[in-house]
């Protein structure tokens, strides 16, 4: 089994600043890529960012160059930096991973439980 633990949302004032934090863990060989997602009420869920084991990025034209992803590959964690924040931010943003749970085994996608990320004056 794997599992994703997310933390690090909570309600900022527009302009602020979060970082969502998110562990996987459990039987893991290799994570090919980490990311994050959103869903704003009403909408679709929406890719944010992603990141490669080789450290490769994509995010969204709407948080180029507010938000940054990271990932610490030991620890099988993805961070993501969200500044200057706005209120069409507010949603709940998901930790997504693509991985093997063994060496040579086919891909498969988990998903965290979501945070909720709400940016309101």
């Known amino acids: 089994q794997v599992q994703l633990v997310e933390s690090g949302g909570g309600l900022v004032q527009p302009g602020g600043s979060l970082r969502l934090s998110c562990a996987a863990s459990?039987?893991?060989?290799?994570?090919?890529?980490m990311g994050w997602y959103r869903q704003a009420p009403g909408k679709q869920r929406e890719l944010v960012a992603r990141?490669?084991?080789?450290?490769?990025?994509l995010y969204a034209d709407s948080v180029k160059g507010r938000f940054t992803i990271s990932r610490d590959n030991a620890k099988n964690t993805v961070y993501l930096q969200m500044n200057s924040l706005k209120p069409e931010d507010t949603a709940v943003y998901y930790c997504?991973?693509?991985?093997?749970?063994?060496?040579?085994?086919?891909?498969?996608?988990?998903w965290g439980q979501g945070t909720q990320v709400t940016v309101s004056s």
């Open positions: 997504n991973t693509n991985l093997r749970r063994a060496y040579g085994g086919p891909m498969s996608d988990y």
């Open positions: 459990g039987s893991i060989a290799s994570i090919v890529t």
């Open positions: 990141i490669t084991s080789g450290g490769s990025t």
